[in-house]
């Protein structure tokens, strides 16, 4: 009678280790396939110093020291110019940089201009294993500027996948609210988790900030820092947001105190991919 008691207890005591054994061991696989990555949104100003307008003077090797420095994995990259006058028709800004830091390149031409193309652009250390451009809309006779934007996909450490995009929003105030509708119905697509980064042309507090806090997260919503102009910056136009929070968590986001290499400030944020 006794054995069988000793036996009984045993087995009562032994059950929720059985149960809790495994628990523990998936919640070790999970966080061990947490990855984090960091992402930089940038305005360039076609690698020209604002303090250096007058004289022309293009300074890729700037905008590449802030790119290194930040040590980000993805870069969206705005206002990037291609084989321009101004900037060198041999010159392949988004290419360029990705030498210059040892990332892979993916332009989108949103405009002609000088002979040459403008545009967006992003930057990854992973390789590209998709990409795509897309004409953002623009009322007709707006006498808006075309826009566009940018996506990869990239595959991180233990084979999850993530969208990635730039893009840079119209100054019109009628274009933009169309644009930013757009821009959720091409970056809705199933379980991918998507990061965004761009120059939306819009303060926090606009209607166009508004639209896509209904579908995106930003990085920061409360006391952020400002973006532009480089010098005693007043307001914020650059942002980095993200869909799919359930896969996504943001450890930090900051404003880069850059004020030489372009007019805007660049951020960065870092997240933890689940």
Known sequence: MKYFIRKELFKSLLLPVLFIVPALSSYAQK?????????????????????????????IQAIAKVIRDSKADLVALQEVDVHTARSGKDVHQARELAKLTEMHAFFVKTIDHQGGDYGIAVLSKYPILDSAAYKLPMQEGSGGEPRGLAVITIQLKGGKKLRFASTHLDLKAVNKPLQAAELIRLLDNGKTPVILGGDFNSVPDSEVISILDKAFTRTCTGNCGFTIPEVNPNRTIDYIMFRKPGQLEVLSHRVINEPYASDHLPIVAEFKVK
């Open 31 to 59: 966080k061990k396939t947490d990855v984090s990555i960091r992402v930089l949104s940038y305005n360039i100003h076609h690698c020209n110093p604002p303090s250096k307008a007058k004289e022309g003077l293009i300074d």
